[in-house]
């Protein structure tokens, strides 16, 4: 009954590969998230996404792409990976009512080491 | 502890003491905060929240202060215990255009000695 769920926890890969990250919700929500954590534990959100509109925080670099096949589901691509993407990444969801702000509900994580 | 700085702020107390972690925040529009919880190799985990139209909020062994007129929130937890070890993040959301972007804190890890 995992209401958010990342696959996989970790990958280890080269430099240059492309890679992705699959995110599931089962909480019924219509907004979801990515976030790169880095190694002194600094939050930082990627994406805000729901049905209608991609937001994007303009400095993440257009290698990484949301990629969303249906309201629970929100997945990252990430091509021509490079070291400094090693992270941790966590895929979050919420509700969303215009105007009134809701908590997001995290991820247990994806462990990215590149090489 | 504050989240200013290269190092993760920490601050450690006894078992049983009160703890106070601080959060500056840096836009006066925003207007719904969130305290979570992060232990180690998890997700950050929600605590509590609270709107601008309060100043304080209570759950159970926690409180939140927010001072809106110098851009300040605190996180109280009462009778801190070992399981409260974790970092903790604030999390400042400001309405853009209908959704809300969250901006986290630094983060403060919190430790707890027996």
């Known amino acids: 009954d995992t209401a958010v769920s990342q696959t996989p926890k970790y990958l280890v890969t080269q430099m240059g590969n492309d890679k992705s990250i699959k995110c599931e919700q089962n909480l019924g929500h219509d907004t979801m998230y990515w976030y790169k954590q880095d190694s002194k534990k600094f939050l930082k959100i990627m994406f805000s996404?729901?049905?209608?509109?991609?937001?994007i925080n303009e400095t993440v670099p257009n290698r990484f792409s949301p990629k969303s096949p249906d309201k629970a589901h929100l997945n990252l691509h990430i091509n021509s990976l490079e070291l400094g993407d090693s992270a941790v990444y966590f895929c979050?969801?919420?509700?969303?009512?215009?105007?009134?702000?809701?908590?997001?509900?995290f991820g247990p994580g994806t462990r990215l080491t590149v090489l | 502890g504050e989240s200013v700085g290269l190092h993760l702020p920490t601050l450690s107390v006894q078992e049983g003491d009160n703890s106070i972690i601080n959060c500056a925040y840096s836009?006066?529009?925003?207007?719904?905060f969130i305290w979570y919880k992060q232990e180690s190799g998890k997700g950050p985990q929600f605590i509590i929240d609270i709107r601008s139209n309060m100043d304080k909020r209570q759950g159970q062994r926690v409180t939140v202060l927010l001072n809106k007129t110098v851009k300040h929130l605190s996180l109280q937890i009462a009778a801190t215990q070992p399981g409260d070890s974790a970092v903790y993040f604030c999390a400042e959301n400001m309405s853009a255009g209908g959704s809300y972007i969250p901006t986290f804190g630094r983060g403060t890890s919190l430790i707890v000695h027996p």
């Open positions: 996404y729901n049905n209608k509109e991609l937001i």
């Open positions: 979050a969801s919420s509700h969303l009512d215009r105007g009134y702000g809701y908590e997001q509900f």
């Open positions: 836009n006066s529009a925003s207007d719904y």
